[in-house]
């Protein structure tokens, strides 16, 4: 399998996951949204929480691709290094000013939200780059099986303060976790405002995910295997990632899958979801050649960070701070496109979705612009 071509395989499969976030944090209402396009409640999963891990377990791939074609152009570790902590830094301070956005009044600053998605994938793609860069398969496996069952043990064994005696037993309380604890003892004043007192990427569910990126970069080093067949490495895939997918689902019986909590039974089932999916994607593009369907999930793959932070920028003001009298009162102007052009003549949830798959579109057309003029944001 040539370089250019596994590539656009993982483009795809990027694209794929950045269009799902567009699609399912853009409804016309959230009042009126298909069960598959939101999140669980809390235990169990959607498709939708398949998103945040699969980009995660991207990062984790293109982190090895990217730093091992760096090294093989003569880049010494303390250059790769500076990279990894240059380009992890940028992701955070992106996220914190978008969460400030726009940057009036002052309480956007002084209770500015510091956990995110932009500063978890900072803080992940850092973390992770750090420990594989110069570590054996061995090495890292056995970070990843520390990590796991140490969060593991961590919240369900440890005494909640104040909370319970066995974390295990305040799982269902998104409040009274031992991950919520953390998040109120380090970050009191600046989490998530919808839930006040824990926040679904806080620091300590933090942890875990960089496990997810481990299993990343582990997937990243098969793929780079050039000397082994393209169908070997794809088998493997398969089926290591079913197996993974099997022990997820077991492991959820003690520990359950959770994105609010990225319990480590998530970690395990969300990988093998992905790795699953790349062997697929890859299959039939490299195997099949069948590639008509791939140009548009690449324009999408190939800019994310133009992607999720022009969107959510966009999003911000058309559904908060662009506001429009109408009969003396001021209305968001997305409010009032939803309204006129989907709401009054579909069905609610279709009208919702309606206006999710526009957004979609409308994004496409300015990445795909970007794309034609050969503009990517790199950090």
């Given at each position: 399998?040539?370089?250019?071509?596994?590539?656009?395989?993982?483009?795809?499969?990027?694209?794929?996951?950045?269009?799902?976030?567009?699609?399912?944090?853009?409804?016309?209402?959230?009042?009126?949204?298909?069960?598959?396009?939101?999140?669980?409640?809390?235990?169990?999963?959607?498709?939708?929480?398949?998103?945040?891990?699969?980009?995660?377990?991207?990062?984790?791939?293109?982190?090895?691709?990217?730093?091992?074609?760096?090294?093989?152009?003569?880049?010494?570790?303390?250059?790769?290094?500076?990279?990894?902590?240059?380009?992890?830094?940028?992701?955070?301070?992106?996220?914190?000013?978008?969460?400030?956005?726009?940057?009036?009044?002052?309480?956007?600053?002084?209770?500015?939200?510091?956990?995110?998605?932009?500063?978890?994938?900072?803080?992940?793609?850092?973390?992770?780059?750090?420990?594989?860069?110069?570590?054996?398969?061995?090495?890292?496996?056995?970070?990843?099986?520390?990590?796991?069952?140490?969060?593991?043990?961590?919240?369900?064994?440890?005494?909640?303060?104040?909370?319970?005696?066995?974390?295990?037993?305040?799982?269902?309380?998104?409040?009274?976790?031992?991950?919520?604890?953390?998040?109120?003892?380090?970050?009191?004043?600046?989490l998530w405002k919808s839930s006040k007192t824990w926040d679904p990427e806080g620091p300590l569910s933090t942890i875990p995910a960089v496990g997810t990126a481990l299993m990343g970069v582990l997937c990243g080093r098969w793929i780079a295997q050039k000397e082994r067949p393209l169908l070997e490495r794809l088998t493997a895939m398969f089926a290591v990632g079913a197996l993974l997918m099997v022990l997820g689902l077991m492991w959820n019986w003690s520990f359950p899958i959770n994105k609010g909590?990225?319990?480590?039974?998530?970690?395990?089932?969300?990988?093998?979801?992905?790795?699953?999916?790349?062997?697929?994607?890859?299959?039939?593009?490299?195997?099949?050649?069948?590639?008509?369907?791939?140009?548009?999930?690449?324009?999408?793959?190939?800019?994310?960070?133009?992607?999720?932070?022009?969107?959510?920028?966009?999003?911000?003001?058309?559904?908060?701070?662009?506001?429009?009298?109408?009969?003396?009162?001021?209305?968001?102007?997305?409010?009032?496109?939803?309204?006129?052009?989907?709401?009054?003549?579909?069905?609610?949830?279709?009208?919702?979705?309606?206006?999710?798959?526009?957004?979609?579109?409308?994004?496409?057309?300015?990445?795909?612009?970007?794309?034609?003029?050969?503009?990517?944001?790199?950090?």
């Open positions: 399998m040539k370089q250019s071509e596994r590539l656009v395989s993982l483009d795809v499969f990027r694209g794929l996951t950045v269009a799902g976030m567009l699609l399912v944090n853009n409804p016309g209402a959230w009042s009126a949204i298909y069960p598959p396009l939101g999140h669980a409640a809390w235990h169990g999963w959607t498709p939708t929480d398949l998103i945040f891990p699969f980009f995660l377990f991207i990062v984790g791939v293109t982190t090895h691709l990217s730093l091992s074609a760096r090294r093989a152009k003569g880049d010494s570790d303390a250059m790769l290094r500076k990279q990894i902590v240059r380009r992890g830094i940028l992701i955070v301070l992106i996220g914190w000013g978008m969460a400030a956005f726009p940057f009036y009044p002052i309480e956007r600053f002084t209770e500015l939200r510091l956990p995110g998605v932009l500063p978890r994938i900072g803080v992940v793609y850092l973390v992770a780059g750090l420990l594989t860069l110069n570590a054996s398969v061995k090495q890292v496996v056995l970070t990843l099986v520390g990590v796991l069952y140490g969060y593991w043990f961590a919240m369900t064994l440890l005494p909640v303060p104040g909370g319970c005696s066995l974390g295990a037993l305040c799982l269902d309380d998104p409040s009274r976790t031992l991950a919520g604890w953390v998040d109120r003892a380090l970050l009191e004043g600046h909590l990225w319990t480590s039974s998530y970690v395990v089932f969300t990988a093998g979801m992905a790795a699953v999916s790349i062997a697929t994607i890859t299959w039939i593009i490299d195997v099949q050649r069948v590639t008509w369907w791939t140009r548009p999930l690449v324009i999408y793959g190939v800019n994310p960070l133009v992607a999720f932070a022009g969107s959510g920028l966009m999003a911000r003001i058309i559904y908060s701070l662009w506001k429009i009298e109408v009969d003396g009162k001021p209305i968001a102007v997305q409010a009032l496109v939803y309204k006129n052009l989907f709401a009054s003549w579909l069905e609610p949830h279709n009208a919702s979705l309606a206006f999710a798959v526009c957004f979609v579109l409308f994004w496409y057309a300015i990445l795909a612009e970007l794309h034609r003029r050969n503009l990517i944001l790199k950090v």
